[in-house]
């Protein structure tokens, strides 16, 4: 019907403009009632039924373990963050020592996936905070950025989810995350152009201030280089 394929043709444009329609990552109410084995068993199934499809010979001995090996990286790796179970725990600390400038955490690699066409994300995410009378571990950041970034994603909606879970942990408003990252959609297909990369951003309470808002990405600035 001309009316679907209207609806598909915007569904298309909307994947290759990297749109997201929500702040929270589109989950299914059944999203965690099979076992990740069980995950895994039925993935396997349908990529050896990709692979077949486009030829190729799953007897031969390179990509006989290809199916398993997918299927476990999506369950295990790449999309771990879709499992509530793996959120990490962050401990939060009295700021005893009433330090109270801006704490930066920046150069934390980061690897996503593209939702819209399953390619990687790779980049760089910097994050900031003012305590209000807490601190939280510094590879805390490291691995709230970790959890959410194993997931079909979209970049904007990386860096509000981060934002969200450190204002909540820390009891603050006061905290900022910069995403630079390379999109393999962007630069291994359609227009394929290597150079490019997406920055996005998310401020929340202080950092809409613009002075504040500066010293953060004056930090970010810095050269760091350690022998």
Known sequence: MKIDSTLEKQ??????????????????EDAFVLSDDEKIEKIQDNVREILLTLGLD??????????NRVAKMFVKEIFGGLNPDKKPKSSVFSNKYKYGEMLV????????????????IVGRAHIAYISNGTVVGLSK???????????????ERLNIQIVRELQKVMGTEDVACVIDAKHLCVNSRGIR??????????????FKEDSVRR???EYIKLDTKFQ
């Not at 799953?58 to 199916?67: E, M, Q, R, V, Y």
Request: with cysteine; aromatic share 8%.
């Open 105 to 120: 955490e920046k150069n934390i690699t980061l690897y996503s996936t593209c939702e819209h066409h399953l390619l990687p």
């Open 141 to 155: 950041m490291n691995r709230v950025v970790d959890y959410y970034a194993r997931r079909p994603q979209v970049q």
């Open 11 to 28: 569904f298309e444009d909307l994947g290759d403009d990297h749109v997201s329609a929500s702040e929270d990552t589109p989950l299914r």
């Open 193 to 206: 152009d290597i150079e490019s990369s997406t920055v996005t951003a998310e401020y929340g309470g202080k």
């Open 58 to 67: 799953l007897n031969d001995d390179s990509l006989k373990g290809t199916p």
């Open 215 to 217: 010293e953060f990405l």
